[in-house]
């Protein structure tokens, strides 16, 4: 797994935190699991990869009656899924889950059904992310999110945000850049988040920051909306 790079302050989660999501099922939870919440604490990955607060009610609540939707290799199976603890999701609507078992992290896929198991957590991050150049963890701590629309009275100048993306550029200086081809996300430690353009459907741009930094990105959100209007 390549190194990953963090964005603004991390919550990494206090061992209380840990006693309560090991005491909410009856199966040692993996380390592999514990230490990348100890590390991290909650967030996701590459917008991709979502480490929300585990939960060991997720697939009895959503997909009991829909266990077809997989290839079971017995009933058996079935019992350990259902009385697993979902510790992650991705935006396709992968399920990723912790089970009792020798290959204690199993991935339910979205659009398969053939369910992959795995030995570490690693394995996984693997899977999603080996192809690609750059890995950033962004933390929900103190998360906010600005969207800023670029239509106006259903019309959408397509030349705005071209305009908008060069001046920003001119005056602000990230620390670090993403996807930077056609959908650029720019990376402000100042900010403890990032500035998003979309240049592909060129419609809107997207703040996110962390509240303790909230008077800079809000200079940041004022100086693109002068642009709006």
Known sequence: MKNIYT??????????QIGEIKRMVPFVVPSGYIDILQMYGYGDINEFLMLNIPDEHYLNNNFKDYLDLWDWKSESDKTIALSGLMICLTIDGDIVLC??????????????????????LEDILNLFF???????????????????SLIKNDDLDKELIDKIHRTFLEKYTPDKAFNIGVQPKYIF???????????????????SYQLKY???????INFIKGFVG
């Open 7 to 16: 964005i603004g302050e991390l919550k990494p989660l206090q061992p209380d």
């Open 189 to 207: 430690q100042a900010i403890g988040g990032w500035v998003y353009f979309d240049l592909a459907y060129k419609s809107a741009i997207r703040v």
């Open 99 to 120: 089970v009792e078992s020798s290959y204690p992290y199993w991935l339910l896929p979205r659009h398969s059904n053939e369910i992959k198991q795995f030995e570490k």
């Open 214 to 220: 909230k008077e800079k990105a809000i200079e940041v």
């Open 130 to 148: 080996r192809d690609q150049e750059d890995i950033y963890f962004d933390p929900y701590y103190e998360k906010k999110m600005e969207y800023i």
